[in-house]
Protein backbone atom coordinates (compact mmCIF):
# COMPACT_ATOMS: atom_id res chain seq x y z
CA UNK A 1 0.00 0.00 0.00
CA UNK A 2 1.08 3.43 -0.27
CA UNK A 3 0.12 6.52 2.07
CA UNK A 4 -0.38 9.82 0.07
CA UNK A 5 0.05 13.56 2.05
CA UNK A 6 -0.91 16.43 -0.03
CA UNK A 7 0.68 20.37 0.76
CA UNK A 8 0.95 23.34 -0.96
CA UNK A 9 -2.99 24.96 -0.64
CA UNK A 10 -4.03 28.22 0.50
CA UNK A 11 -5.63 31.14 -0.59
CA UNK A 12 -4.43 33.59 -3.90
CA UNK A 13 -5.80 36.03 -5.69
CA UNK A 14 -7.18 35.40 -9.56
CA UNK A 15 -4.30 35.06 -12.05
CA UNK A 16 -2.15 33.84 -9.42
CA UNK A 17 -0.25 30.44 -8.84
CA UNK A 18 0.30 27.54 -6.55
CA UNK A 19 2.02 24.37 -6.71
CA UNK A 20 0.50 21.60 -4.75
CA UNK A 21 2.78 18.49 -3.56
CA UNK A 22 1.80 14.89 -2.87
CA UNK A 23 4.44 13.14 -1.20
CA UNK A 24 4.23 9.03 -1.23
CA UNK A 25 5.15 6.70 1.96
CA UNK A 26 5.07 2.83 2.19
CA UNK A 27 5.61 2.01 -1.41
CA UNK A 28 8.19 3.46 -4.30
CA UNK A 29 5.60 5.92 -6.27
CA UNK A 30 7.29 4.85 -9.84
CA UNK A 31 4.60 1.50 -8.98
CA UNK A 32 1.40 3.81 -9.45
CA UNK A 33 -0.40 6.02 -12.22
CA UNK A 34 -0.76 9.28 -10.32
CA UNK A 35 -3.58 11.99 -10.73
CA UNK A 36 -5.12 15.16 -9.01
CA UNK A 37 -9.06 15.65 -9.04
CA UNK A 38 -10.78 18.12 -6.88
CA UNK A 39 -14.29 19.01 -5.45
CA UNK A 40 -16.00 22.06 -4.53
CA UNK A 41 -18.80 22.18 -2.11
CA UNK A 42 -22.12 20.38 -3.52
CA UNK A 43 -20.64 19.39 -6.27
CA UNK A 44 -18.95 15.92 -7.44
CA UNK A 45 -14.84 15.18 -7.21
CA UNK A 46 -13.92 15.93 -10.55
CA UNK A 47 -10.50 15.27 -12.56
CA UNK A 48 -7.83 17.67 -12.82
CA UNK A 49 -4.82 15.56 -14.40
CA UNK A 50 -3.11 12.62 -14.40
CA UNK A 51 0.16 11.48 -15.00
CA UNK A 52 2.17 8.09 -15.70
CA UNK A 53 4.55 5.72 -13.79
CA UNK A 54 7.44 6.92 -15.57
CA UNK A 55 6.08 10.86 -16.31
CA UNK A 56 5.94 10.50 -20.47
CA UNK A 57 2.48 10.47 -20.91
CA UNK A 58 0.34 13.14 -19.21
CA UNK A 59 -3.69 14.11 -19.65
CA UNK A 60 -5.39 16.80 -17.98
CA UNK A 61 -9.36 18.21 -18.05
CA UNK A 62 -10.13 20.92 -20.70
CA UNK A 63 -10.98 23.16 -18.26
CA UNK A 64 -6.92 23.31 -17.25
CA UNK A 65 -5.41 22.63 -19.95
CA UNK A 66 -2.69 25.30 -20.47
CA UNK A 67 -3.06 26.49 -17.49
CA UNK A 68 -1.70 23.47 -15.03
CA UNK A 69 1.20 21.22 -15.09
CA UNK A 70 1.24 17.69 -13.46
CA UNK A 71 4.99 16.10 -12.78
CA UNK A 72 6.23 13.41 -11.07
CA UNK A 73 10.01 13.07 -9.20
CA UNK A 74 9.98 9.29 -8.55
CA UNK A 75 13.46 9.55 -6.76
CA UNK A 76 11.70 12.13 -4.22
CA UNK A 77 8.99 9.89 -3.80
CA UNK A 78 6.78 12.83 -4.50
CA UNK A 79 4.13 14.23 -7.71
CA UNK A 80 3.55 18.17 -8.13
CA UNK A 81 0.59 19.84 -9.86
CA UNK A 82 1.94 23.36 -10.77
CA UNK A 83 -1.50 25.66 -11.28
CA UNK A 84 -1.07 28.78 -12.95
CA UNK A 85 -3.57 31.62 -13.93
CA UNK A 86 -5.50 30.86 -11.29
CA UNK A 87 -9.65 31.71 -11.69
CA UNK A 88 -12.48 31.96 -8.77
CA UNK A 89 -13.86 28.58 -10.04
CA UNK A 90 -10.23 26.70 -9.34
CA UNK A 91 -11.61 26.85 -5.68
CA UNK A 92 -11.82 23.48 -4.42
CA UNK A 93 -10.26 20.69 -2.42
CA UNK A 94 -7.86 18.84 -4.65
CA UNK A 95 -7.00 15.50 -3.55
CA UNK A 96 -3.95 13.24 -5.05
CA UNK A 97 -4.43 9.83 -6.13
CA UNK A 98 -2.35 6.56 -6.94
CA UNK A 99 -3.51 3.91 -9.36
CA UNK A 100 -2.27 0.42 -9.46
CA UNK A 101 -3.60 -0.37 -13.58
CA UNK A 102 -1.77 1.23 -16.71
CA UNK A 103 -3.75 4.13 -17.88
CA UNK A 104 -5.10 7.58 -17.77
CA UNK A 105 -8.42 7.63 -17.69
CA UNK A 106 -10.51 10.67 -16.15
CA UNK A 107 -12.73 8.40 -13.45
CA UNK A 108 -11.83 8.44 -9.91
CA UNK A 109 -13.00 4.78 -9.49
CA UNK A 110 -9.90 3.69 -11.02
CA UNK A 111 -7.69 4.97 -8.80
CA UNK A 112 -7.15 3.06 -5.07
CA UNK A 113 -5.41 5.20 -2.88
CA UNK A 114 -6.01 8.79 -1.62
CA UNK A 115 -4.42 11.69 0.10
CA UNK A 116 -6.56 13.74 3.09
CA UNK A 117 -7.00 16.89 0.30
CA UNK A 118 -5.61 20.55 0.34
CA UNK A 119 -7.65 23.47 0.30
CA UNK A 120 -7.28 26.08 -2.42
CA UNK A 121 -9.10 29.48 -2.32
CA UNK A 122 -8.93 31.84 -5.45
CA UNK A 123 -10.23 34.96 -4.94
CA UNK A 124 -11.62 37.33 -7.67
Known amino acids: QVQLVESGGGLVQAGGSLRLSCAAS????????MGWFRQAPGKEREFVAA????????DYADSVKGRFTISRDNAKNTVYLQMNSLKPEDTAVYYC?????????????????WGQGTQVTVSS
Open 97 to 113: AARRTYGLGPSRYDYDY
Open 26 to 33: GRTLSTYG
Open 51 to 58: IGRSGGST
